[in-house]
């Protein structure tokens, strides 16, 4: 079972379609995230990208998030996104946009678009190797603003670098399987 876990649509249940072979962030990891996060939702521009259900970026509307993006090229991940915005009360469509495309070509047109974001979350299948290209290509779009952040969510199991392009890792935590990388710019000191 998937809910959101706090916020104003605390409690609500989300759908996760039959078949998909997705894997939902968890209550406890997802909890851990935001309670990392804290007041940088509020207001946050959000990007959720390999979104699955839309479980962590509709944990974000919850607690305030401005806008929120969904990335995500399964057909029937993008149809339960819909599904379970659907099912929130009051009119989300200022705040949300689903792209049903493949994740580095999301990426790219994001960046001809000129998109900003202050947080950007990427939760890819596991094992599959996708974490360091799609840090490479959010890096090389310029989309994450200067003070924003990226959370990788990988497999314990995943070794990430501690530095991509201008991002350095800065926090690592694990959940059990699951390791939550977290990347910004920092300012370099000397020569």
Do not use: H
């Amino acid at each position: 079972m998937v809910r959101v876990i706090s916020g104003i649509y605390r409690g609500r249940l989300l759908k996760v379609p039959r078949g998909w072979k997705g894997r939902p962030t968890g209550d406890r990891v997802k909890e851990a995230l935001f309670d990392i996060l804290g007041g940088r939702v509020q207001e946050s521009r959000f990007l959720d990208l390999y979104a699955g259900t839309g479980n962590v970026g509709i944990e974000a509307i919850s607690r305030g998030a401005r806008q929120v993006c969904f990335v995500d090229q399964n057909s029937k991940a993008v149809q339960a996104i819909y599904e379970n915005l659907r099912f929130l009360p009051g009119d989300l469509s200022a705040q949300i946009y689903v792209i049903k495309l493949n994740v580095l070509k999301a990426l790219k047109l994001m960046a001809n678009r000129k998109e900003l974001y202050n947080i950007i979350f990427l939760d890819p299948p596991y094992e599959q190797r996708l974490e360091k290209p799609t840090i490479e290509m959010i890096s090389s779009c310029g989309l994450l603003l200067p003070d924003g952040v990226i959370i990788v969510e990988s497999s314990k199991r995943e070794v990430l670098p501690a530095r991509v392009d201008d991002l350095t890792l800065t926090r690592q935590q694990r959940y059990g399987d699951t390791l939550l990388t977290f990347y910004s710019f920092q300012t370099r000191t000397g020569r």
